[in-house]
């Protein structure tokens, strides 16, 4: 049996496909809205059916959508939006978890040319599908790939970046400065007599000193500066557009925010101090290893000549 002989059995299915069916003609008035729109319009084809869509619908995007219509019109054939390109035709409620992150209904439309006995195309339909589990999961991969990016370029202990993350913003930063001058420090601290903190109070002590050093230095930068754990309780903060004076007053601030108040672990206050190296790209230095390496010199001085203090 050929469909196309049983008009009322083509009818029967596009009405209950589970998916939304309508067609429009060149003035945009409906020719046809089958059940699935009906359903989730709240208007049914009887109210719908022979009259303007946007007149209807006012809430549609009608500029955009009146462009996609006359375009199937004049060129004859199909095309297509995905609910990445543009997530929603209607403003449909999709029934799904308000955790999903989702306020309507995600759709993808296929508008077809309906051509007539002379080749012509004498109306558009349209066909939406409901995306809204394949965009719901999309952003939960989304997610979960974020936070796969965040945990691989940021220290699991304190937070901010590692190493390499660290690295490589540093060297962003310093072939940024070779190619379009400006001025760019580096401040390397560590935590005074960090050894005994974890020979007297435990590794959990440590830990927890660690963490509250770099949320105190986090919220004290800017956000254009950069933050990293460089390696045990080594840290660096990269200071774009900052000459050597103007990263010694950064680490005597940080310095003495730090040595200003006690991280209190499990009741006991443990009197913290750091120690801090500043150094400034110079225009003989080629790569950005000079520069950690001139701070690290500096921090070492700063050590050498009693810890809590600042050398450059």
Not at 9 to 30: K, P
Not at 82 to 104: A, N
Not at 143 to 169: H, I, M
Request: with cysteine.
């Amino acid at each position: 049996m050929n469909v196309l002989e049983r008009p009322e059995l083509l009818e029967f299915i596009v009405d209950r496909a589970n998916v939304g069916i309508f067609a429009l003609d060149r003035e945009m008035r409906v020719l046809l809205w089958n059940r699935f729109m009906a359903d989730h319009s709240g208007r049914g084809a009887e109210s719908v059916v022979g009259r303007n869509l946007f007149q209807c619908f006012p809430d549609l995007p009608r500029r955009w959508l009146e462009k996609k219509i006359s375009g199937v019109f004049l060129l004859k054939n199909f095309a297509f939006t995905s609910w990445e390109q543009r997530p929603y035709l209607f403003r449909f409620p999709h029934g799904r978890p308000v955790t999903g992150g989702i306020d309507f209904m995600q759709q993808s439309c296929t508008f077809l040319p309906m051509l007539d006995a002379a080749g012509g195309v004498d109306a558009v339909c349209v066909t939406l599908v409901d995306a809204t589990d394949t965009a719901i999961a999309h952003r939960k991969l989304e997610g979960a790939l974020a936070t796969v990016r965040e945990s691989a370029q940021c220290d699991g202990l304190t937070g901010v970046f590692n190493r390499r993350r660290l690295e490589e913003r540093l060297s962003e930063e310093f072939y940024r400065v070779r190619r379009y001058g400006g001025p760019l420090s580096l401040v390397m601290f560590d935590i005074d007599h960090f050894k005994r903190v974890n020979d007297v109070h435990g590794h959990l002590a440590g830990d927890e000193v660690l963490r509250i050093i770099a949320a105190r230095v986090a919220a004290a930068v800017r956000a254009s500066d950069v933050l990293g754990r460089y390696g045990g309780e080594e840290f660096c903060v990269v200071l774009p557009g900052t000459e050597l004076a103007g990263a010694r007053i950064v680490a005597e601030k940080l310095r003495e925010l730090i040595a200003s108040e006690p991280v209190v672990y499990k009741d006991v206050a443990l009197d913290i101090t750091i120690s801090c190296g500043a150094a400034q790209a110079a225009a003989e230095h080629t790569v950005w290893d000079e520069l950690v390496r001139i701070a690290d010199a500096a921090l070492y001085r700063a050590k050498g000549e009693g810890r809590n203090r600042v050398c450059s």
